[in-house]
């Protein structure tokens, strides 16, 4: 099985890390396999987490799926921060289809029939995140599509979305060559706030 690709990124940083993977690539919808069965118990557990690890700031992080569940348990359990890169914000069938969005088919037309279609839109529950969440999402302006996503999520109150001039679905690759990825975690575990020019809400 492969590393957790976020791990040298985020080595020596003195922080407490919890890594997850999902096993079924179902957004982390399905739960956490062979711990949680769906996002309620996953965000039940996430939270018995932070609880044990007596944690004060609560950081999510992860790309295109990752990023995805990084914006949902984000909101749900109240991070104080999330830096989603390239994530999807939609999963209905329609709304994908209107955007031509025809990515990882095999993989998304299961959770229509799954219970979980609630969950599919992340509009409405980011629009609910506490007050104190800051929820920073990365996209790079030559992917169309990832583009579309951000631009989904546009105009909530604690949403940032962070506009990178290239890099396309892999701009996590071009954060991390560069640097900028790494910086990014090291402000967030200190509480300092990220600013950068051309920021745009």
């Not at 950081?59 to 990084?70: M, Q, V």
């Not at 995140?129 to 996503?149: G, N, V, Y």
């Not at 604690?158 to 679905?169: C, D």
């Not at 575990?189 to 745009?200: C, D, F, P």
Request: net charge positive; proline share 3%.
């Amino acid at each position: 099985m492969p590393g957790f690709s976020l791990r040298g990124t985020l080595a020596g940083i003195p922080v407490k890390k919890l890594y997850l993977r999902d096993l079924d690539k179902a957004w982390f919808l399905h739960g956490l396999r062979g711990i949680t069965g769906n996002v309620e118990e996953t965000v039940a557990f996430l939270r018995d987490e932070f609880a044990a690890a007596g944690t004060r700031r609560v950081i999510f992080t992860g790309y295109s799926l990752g990023g995805f569940a990084a914006l949902l348990y984000g909101a749900l359990c109240g991070a104080h921060e999330v830096h989603a890169i390239s994530p999807q914000t939609f999963l209905g069938f329609w709304k994908r289809l209107r955007t031509g969005d025809r990515r990882w088919r095999r993989y998304v037309m299961p959770l229509h029939f799954s219970g979980t279609r609630k969950f599919h839109d992340l509009r409405p529950w980011l629009a609910k995140a506490p007050t104190h969440s800051q929820m920073h999402i990365h996209f790079a302006r030559d992917s169309r599509l990832d583009a579309l996503h951000a631009a989904h999520v546009r105009g909530l109150p604690q949403v940032k979305i962070r506009e990178h001039s290239e890099g396309s679905h892999r701009l996590v690759t071009a954060m991390r060559e560069s640097g900028e990825l790494r910086e990014i975690f090291e402000r967030a575990a200190t509480g300092e706030t990220l600013r950068r020019t051309g920021e745009k809400s």
